[in-house]
């Protein structure tokens, strides 16, 4: 790929690994292996940051200022934020001639309301602790959107997305803006994941620490990597966890139910937050890949008027899988939170000359 000094390099660090990847204006990507490949000519360097607290709330260039407040808001998600803000000190110093733009996966969700986004604590927790619901993925989030509307013409204006991945969760998208979604003030709540456990009951914790003895690290510890698909069948691989159910493992089973009626529980009450139901999209690993999580949900919500064609449902790849005549919409889309990224990155450099925001 040529450079064309229109091409972001994205950083998209987790708790487990780091991609890079440099994408132009035409959404193309190739990966590197190290910062030290980094083309010249970029137009910047964009960093994929988990969480935005109550003051990030759309893309801004990095600063040592900047850094200092990612510092503080990493406290809210020290697993995720902590290697994306070392990554971009590294980054800074490997490519300082470069600008470079923090784009975070809490800011699609910042017009969710206030009845939405209040946990029922006491003030002082909300103002000086920063405890609210912030909801994530919303770089997934926004791109699904956007693809659905080209896909379809247009954008229903009742869309739930199911972003179903390591991480999961679902968003309410009213018009074009989130107004409700499964994560709340960390990336660990809501629906079952891979190794989190997704909603409890907060006396769970609270239990293992005050009544068994249990240290709070390793309460945090397995709540985030050793709970979800992880503890109910012993695989965080959803492709293994089914492929053992279709051979008739009880375990593997009972762990599919578990984590299908969490889902179509959490999809089925952000209707509430919508008045209804026009279309819903899969995306993530999971969500593009998992022909029966599709099917499975559709079953568990025809009364809401979800329904899938077998026939498209199979067949894989990016597209409507609705049944002829559904009275919900439903599409499947591939994850491209790096050309949402690169663009946001464009747009604050001055180099999009003009890009769909």
């Known amino acids: 790929m040529t450079v064309t000094g229109t091409d972001v390099l994205v950083v998209n660090a987790g708790s487990t690994g780091v991609k ?7 959404g193309r990507s190739r990966t590197l292996r190290a910062l030290a490949d980094a083309p010249g000519g970029l137009a910047g360097v964009g960093h994929r940051v988990v969480h935005g607290g109550g003051r990030f709330t759309a893309p801004v260039r990095i600063d040592d200022d900047v850094l200092a407040a ?3 808001v990493g406290a809210l998600a020290p697993l995720h934020n902590g290697p994306a803000v ?14 470079h733009v923090a784009v975070f996966d809490t ?4 017009t969710m309301p206030d009845e939405a986004t209040r946990y029922a604590v006491p003030d002082a927790w909300v103002t000086g602790a920063s405890v609210r619901r912030y909801g994530f993925h919303g770089l997934s989030v926004e791109w699904a959107c956007e693809r659905a509307a080209a896909v379809l013409g247009g954008l229903p204006s009742r869309t739930v ?3 179903l991945g390591g991480g999961a969760s679902v968003t309410a998208v009213r018009d074009g803006r989130s107004v409700d979604t499964s994560m709340g003030m960390s990336p660990l709540d809501g629906l079952v994941m891979a190794t989190r456990a997704g909603a409890i009951d907060p006396d769970v914790p609270l239990h293992m620490i005050l009544r068994r003895g249990v240290p709070a690290a390793e309460v945090e510890d397995v709540l985030n990597h050793a709970s979800g698909m992880t503890a109910l069948a012993g695989t965080a691989d959803m492709r293994e966890v089914e492929a053992a159910g279709a051979a008739g493992d009880a375990r593997a089973r009972g762990a599919l ?5 969490r889902l179509a529980a959490v999809v089925a009450g ?17 969500g593009e890949g998992s022909s029966r999580t599709r099917a499975a ?4 919500l025809a009364h809401l008027g979800v329904a899938i064609d077998p026939g498209r449902n199979a067949h894989g790849g990016e597209g409507e899988v609705s049944a002829a005549g559904a009275a919900v919409r439903t599409l499947v889309v591939h994850a491209r939170e790096d050309v949402v990224i690169a663009r946001a990155v464009r747009r604050v450099t001055g180099h999009d000359g003009g890009e769909r925001a």
């Open 107 to 110: 800011a699609f969700h910042a």
């Open 70 to 72: 990612l510092d503080e």
């Open 86 to 99: 070392r990554l971009a000190r590294e980054a800074r110093a490997a490519l300082p001639d470069v600008p």
């Open 270 to 286: 952000m209707t509430a937050a919508l008045g209804g139901l026009d279309l819903v999209v899969f995306t993530g690993g999971a």
């Open 297 to 300: 949900l559709a079953g568990r």
């Open 257 to 261: 139910d578990v984590h299908d009626h």
């Open 161 to 163: 997305v199911c972003h």
């Open 20 to 26: 890079l990847d440099v994408v132009d204006a035409g």
